[in-house]
């Protein structure tokens, strides 16, 4: 069982940079695979990145490749969404999420945070 708690979100202009966190709890972090998801007002839930348990490898959709970076540091038991070049299109709300293995498909992601909400004005 592992609880997720998003932060960071908040409302900035095209161009700007945000990072958000997602804290875990549990001493089980460090096993799980971690992915982030948004959600845009009247769309599906997307799925935006993913990374390792170990952190060495992390996988992007196109939308935000090159723009998006995931990290974490599992001593301090948060992954990090490092968000660059934000468009207004990114708006939306950003979930954390955490699976047994990477995935980018929603139904492997067994634990979810509530979520927070980034506003990118255009």
């Known amino acids: 069982q592992v609880q997720l708690v998003e932060s960071g979100g908040g409302l900035v202009q095209a161009g700007d940079s945000l990072r958000l966190s997602c804290a875990a709890s549990?001493?089980?972090?460090?096993?799980?695979?971690m992915g982030w998801f948004r959600q845009a007002p009247g769309k599906e839930r997307e799925f935006v990145g993913h990374i390792t348990w170990s952190g060495d490898s992390a996988y992007y959709a196109d939308s935000v490749k090159g723009r998006f970076t995931i990290s974490r540091d599992n001593a301090k038991n948060t992954v990090y969404l490092q968000m660059n070049s934000l468009k207004h299109e990114d708006t939306a709300v950003y979930y954390c999420?955490?699976?047994?293995?990477?995935?980018?498909?929603?139904?492997?992601?067994?634990?979810w945070g509530q979520g927070t909400q980034v506003t990118v004005s255009s």
């Open positions: 549990g001493r089980t972090f460090s096993s799980y695979a």
């Open positions: 999420a955490a699976a047994l293995w990477s995935s980018t498909h929603r139904k492997e992601y067994k634990w």
